[in-house]
């Protein structure tokens, strides 16, 4: 199965993702607010030097963690004009997101003991990957209540096709790999506090994703 430390150049110890996932929550506690007022203050919607700057803080942190010079990769200002945001960046390497994808995928051996076309296998990622763009600009309470088609024929698909409930899941984590390697490459054109912010929220989507994936597949077995 997927390891983080596989063909990436970030430190072999530490996965990003699990580095900026739960990140307001993490930050909301530290300073005794609502983690939804951290996010609105990532957002701009809100100012807060307190929050800034443990936002700040917090990304450096990570750099840090992950080996990177933050001087490059955190305050670093953006080039000028507009910063990239991820939603803009997947959808401009929607192609090559999924033949990424794909790759380590057929490195897997628990992936590929299903033996199918690798159409079959890829069809249902960039669907995956389109909702997962939409749903991210939602609040988590309004993703929990809004239909996830793509996630929930998806794990229709896997069961039908004699994936392991854990091969299914293993899907999402390629994904989420694939993304974050992705946001890795462009750090120098992205704000890095919109950058936490977008991040965070593509975690939250795709976990409620695989959720739905995932007893949709079981409800099919």
């Known amino acids: ?3 983080d430390n596989s063909s990436t150049n970030l430190n072999p ?10 990140l307001y929550v993490r ?6 607010v609502d983690p939804s007022y951290v996010s609105r203050v990532a957002r ?11 936002l700040r803080e917090a990304q450096d942190e990570i750099n840090r963690r992950l080996g990177r ?8 200002p953006a080039p000028s004009g507009a910063p990239k945001r991820l939603k803009h960046l997947v959808e401009q390497n929607r192609s090559r997101i999924t033949k990424q994808w794909l790759l380590h995928s057929q490195a897997d051996p628990d992936l590929t003991r299903v033996k199918i076309a690798a159409q079959k296998r890829t069809a249902p990622i960039l669907p995956l990957i389109e909702e997962t763009m939409k749903f991210m600009q939602l609040k988590v309470k309004d993703m929990t209540r809004t239909p996830m088609k793509a996630a929930e024929q998806h794990g229709r698909l896997r ?3 004699g994936f392991t409930a854990m091969a299914l899941v293993e899907e999402y984590n390629l994904v989420r790999r694939c993304v974050f390697t992705l946001a890795q490459e462009h750090l120098q054109q992205m704000d890095p506090r919109l950058l936490i912010q977008d991040l965070t929220q593509f975690g939250e ?6 959720q739905r994936a995932l007893k949709d597949y079981l409800g099919a077995a």
Do not use: H
């Not at 110890?13 to 739960?22: D, E, M, T, V």
């Not at 930050?27 to 005794?32: D, E, N, P, Y």
């Not at 701009?44 to 443990?54: K, L, Q, T």
């Not at 010079?69 to 670093?76: E, H, P, R, T």
């Open 27 to 32: 930050i909301a506690r530290k300073l005794s």
């Open 13 to 22: 110890k530490i996965s990003p993702q699990a580095l900026y996932r739960g």
């Open 44 to 54: 701009g919607a809100r100012r807060s030097s307190e929050v800034e700057n443990a």
């Open 1 to 3: 199965m997927y390891r």
């Open 69 to 76: 010079d933050s001087s490059v990769a955190g305050s670093k």
């Open 159 to 161: 069961q039908v096709q």
């Open 205 to 210: 989507a795709l976990d409620l994703q695989t």
